[in-house]
């Protein structure tokens, strides 16, 4: 009786060698899918020495004071200079504080919210303009992955500044990264942009991924929703689809067995995770032969 309810099911034309009817009679179901794609990058401060891959902090950190002093030299009777910083002659400080900050959205908006501060005493040195540094002091810069740290360049000696006078700079002035926007952190914001919706259609159902770019600052998603559409099976007794689903080289095996009145499957949806990875589904076989 199940070999009689094969071979009706089967087409009058297929050469079927054994029984029961050789697979080769099951019309194929039809594949359908709704996909959603989204890709995003990471903003912020990039590092002062760079990493690989490289990092994006989202606070950079204002703080230190500087201060360049202009100094008269001391004398002896003779007119000889026992003292090139002896008297002080005037002062001039800077002294740091805030920060800046890129807003942690979606959209990564901000590119610095300005509350950075800056403070300028001068006792009457002959400023030419008031700067974010003090006179009588020319900062250099030393850096690590995530701070900056700028320090006269004379480390601090007396020096020979001109017109008979000399100068010394002290102290420094530090640019400070924190809040690094990791990866967790980005594939929250993208995610969650990145959502099924419209209609099925046959078209682009070939795979769903997750990839980096090669410095691991920007993402691109593509989530998948899919599901098969039954051929017509008037008269049939059993239907059974089994499938694929590729994740990146592991296997997932996948079936459906007709429950004898569905016109499609129930909808299968892969969301491939934050490590990059491609998902497709494949070797797709339908057959009249149930477990």
Known sequence: MGYLKHLLSCSLDCDCKTEPCDPCSAPAPTLVCRTASGSQSKCGYGEYVPSTPPKRYLRKTYSGTATGTLYSPA????????????????????????????????????????????????????CDTMEETPCYWEGIPSDSATQRIFTDQYGGACVYSGFGLYRRGTGSLIETLSNEYSDSMLWADLTGGVVLSGSYTSEGCTSAEADWDTDHLTLTLRRMGYKFLLPDLTGVACYRITWEENWGGTIVPMSYQWNGSATETPVYTINPGPGEVVVTVGNVVASYDCP
Do not use: F, K, L, R
Request: charged share 20%; hydrophobic share 15%; with cysteine.
């Open 75 to 126: 004398y002896d009777e003779e007119g000889n200079i026992t003292s090139e910083c002896a008297d002080v002659s005037c002062t001039s400080t800077v002294q740091w504080s805030g920060y800046q900050e890129y807003s942690q959205e979606n959209d990564c908006v901000g590119g610095g919210t300005d509350t950075y501060a800056w403070t300028h005493t001068v006792n009457d040195c002959p």
